[in-house]
Nanobody
Framework: QVRLVESGGGLVQAGGSLRLSCAASGATFSNYAMGWFRQAPGKEREFVAAISWSGGITNYVSFVKGRFTISRDNAKNTVALQMNSLTPEDTAIYYC??????????????????WGQGTQVTVSS
């Protein structure tokens, strides 16, 4: 059983930056591919970024490419999402997720087995 706890959310002005972190426990972190998703009010949860078990493969949804960076530290059991040039459209609850895999990356919510509780990101205009 993997436990995931997100942190780093908050209120930021448009154009600003935030760094989200997700701490994992309960299993060997390097056995898992990780992802970040977000859910805005009234919308479905959507894929943001993913990273393979080693960190060697990453994938991003088109509208965050060049602004967001996903990274992981297997020694510290953490995955991070650096978010720059934030816009009000980035306002959402951000979730990290894990799936046991030594393959690539995953972009669908149904691919993931474990989820954190989420952290709120609010971008003001």
């Amino acid at each position: 059983q993997v436990r995931l706890v997100e942190s780093g959310g908050g209120l930021v002005q448009a154009g600003g930056s935030l760094r989200l972190s997700c701490a994992a426990s309960g299993a060997t972190f390097s056995n898992y591919a990780m992802g970040w998703f977000r859910q805005a009010p009234g919308k479905e949860r959507e894929f943001v970024a993913a990273i393979s078990w080693s960190g060697g493969i990453t994938n991003y949804v088109s509208f965050v490419k060049g602004r967001f960076t996903i990274s992981r530290d297997n020694a510290k059991n953490t995955v991070a999402l650096q978010m720059n040039s934030l816009t009000p459209e980035d306002t959402a609850i951000y979730y990290c997720a894990a799936v046991r895999s030594f393959g690539g990356v995953f972009t669908r919510t149904k691919d993931y087995d474990y989820w954190g509780q989420g952290t709120q990101v609010t971008v003001s205009s």
